[in-house]
């Protein structure tokens, strides 16, 4: 186990040779995004984000976000599970929001 400091834009070199386990201290360019964005780009692979992600780290990211004043806010930002967007996986269930479990459907 190694500690690393790694700068973007990255390569295919500096990235091999990241081991399990490394603690990475990353600075530069960080490019967040949830599932649908990893979907989109993988499926779609719109020619206009190709400058943006060259070289640069792409983040899973789960944020917390709240509502002030009219606009969203992120309060936090964490990792979160990549499973609902890794190739030949089957995409988790989708479940109903809060408001709208235990309701009898309309008849």
């Known amino acids: 186990m ?5 700068q973007t834009p990255l390569d295919e070199t500096t990235i091999r040779s990241l081991q399990v ?12 995004a949830r ?17 943006l992600l060259r070289g640069a780290a792409l983040y899973h990211c789960g944020p917390v976000m709240r509502k ?11 990792p979160t599970t990549g499973r ?6 089957p995409s988790p269930p989708v479940r ?3 408001s709208a479990r235990n309701r009898t459907p309309p008849t």
Request: proline letters at 9%; charged letters at 25%; a positive charge.
């Open 35 to 51: 599932d649908m964005a990893h979907k989109y780009m993988v499926e779609q692979k719109p020619v206009f984000l190709r400058p």
């Open 84 to 89: 609902s967007v890794a190739p030949g996986r």
């Open 21 to 32: 386990g490394d603690e990475v201290f990353l600075s530069g360019l960080l490019v967040t």
């Open 68 to 78: 002030e004043r009219g606009s969203w806010k992120a309060v936090s930002a964490g």
């Open 2 to 6: 190694a500690v690393r400091e790694i």
């Open 96 to 98: 109903p929001p809060r």
